[in-house]
């Protein structure tokens, strides 16, 4: 029987190109039963990613439980932003990055999480341990999602390990750091191309804060204003998508990736908290200015999460 892996939901790049990088780790192991998955459809940077290293579109699935028995994580643990009937299947291993919440296990498993800037810097680690190949089209997809968790190592996730690690992948790839990663970065900053939902819910995870349902989306850009032009439907949908799913509160992060600034849109209880996290007010726009904010992992969750909890 087939072994899934796959990344969180709302799949962003780190997340489908470390299922793809830990897939082709498992075969060099031996187990070569094992399949690459998604849990959504990609976005226009992951697409993007996948088009210039000539690599196929994953397999979207909404459960595994009606086709295997064993599953593999990627790039998350906690159990809100698995599938949907993760608790079904037999975890048998897992590879992250990021803080470990409402994980439990029957089986004792394989687990191997570093804070470090990507879910594929880890995976690349465990392929020089192994002393396994990775070909000129696997360095492309690995870089790919470095690039796009660091923001081509703008943001305050880097590591010493990405900023060795991506000139060697390049290198490998044969490609030019700067040009692909800028011209990958803003392939997901099409904003036109996007519906409202897209830009709400394209790269939303949720949180358990203080025993309320968080909601965090994040957006990147080019032009923050072309995000203003939009607010009110932005706004709307936020304010359906609670009511709809049970989030107590609903933040989207827009992220001006040129010059790493970030303004949040709020809906629902304890914007207090908020503001508190952040040493900040909402604007008569209904907008928080978050400066030097690019990291939701690193820079947002754990001070909502410290306020939440207060």
């Known amino acids: ?41 990609v976005n226009a940077e992951t697409a993007f990613a996948l088009k210039t290293f000539k690599k196929d579109t994953p397999r979207v699935i909404k459960t595994a439980a009606n086709e295997t028995d064993t599953v593999m ?3 998350h643990n906690e159990f809100q932003q698995s599938v949907s009937d993760i608790k ?15 994980f439990e296990t029957a089986a004792p498993l394989f687990y191997r999480a570093e804070p470090i800037g990507s879910c594929n810097s880890v995976i690349y680690e465990m392929f020089q341990e192994k002393g396994f190949k990775i070909s000129p089209q696997l360095a492309g997809l690995m870089a790919s999602g470095m690039i796009s968790d660091t923001l ?6 880097t590591t010493d390990v990405e900023r060795k690690v991506l000139p060697e992948l390049a290198k490998i790839g044969g490609f030019d750091l700067q040009e692909y990663g800028l011209a990958m970065l803003k392939a997901g900053t ?61 933040l989207l992060l827009a992220t001006n990736i040129l010059d790493s600034d970030t303004t ?10 908020l503001e508190a996290a952040f040493n900040q007010k909402f604007d008569a726009n209904h907008r928080i200015a978050l400066p030097g904010v690019v990291s939701r992992k690193k820079q947002v969750v754990p001070p909502l999460q410290k306020a939440f909890e207060a």
Not at 7 to 27: C, I, L, R
Not at 89 to 100: L, M, S, Y
Not at 264 to 273: E, P
């Open 264 to 273: 949040g849109f709020f809906y629902g209880k304890n914007a207090d908290k």
């Open 88 to 102: 079904d299947v037999t975890i048998a291993a897992v590879v992250d990055h990021h803080r470990i919440a409402n």
């Open 152 to 157: 081509l190592l703008k943001s305050p996730t």
């Open 73 to 75: 994580l990627v790039d």
């Open 190 to 250: 099409n904003l036109a191309a996007k519906s409202d939902l897209d830009i709400v819910e394209g790269d939303a995870k949720s949180f358990d804060m203080g025993g309320t349902s968080v909601r965090i989306g994040q957006v990147n850009v080019v032009d923050l204003n072309e995000v203003y032009e939009r607010q009110a439907a932005i706004e709307a949908t936020m304010k359906s998508e609670a009511e709809k799913n049970g989030y107590d509160s609903f």
């Open 1 to 41: 029987m087939t072994t899934l892996i796959f990344g969180h939901q709302n799949p962003d790049t780190d997340a489908v190109t470390s299922a793809m990088s830990f897939a082709e780790y498992q075969k060099q192991l031996g187990n070569t039963d094992v399949e690459a998955v998604a849990l959504g459809e």
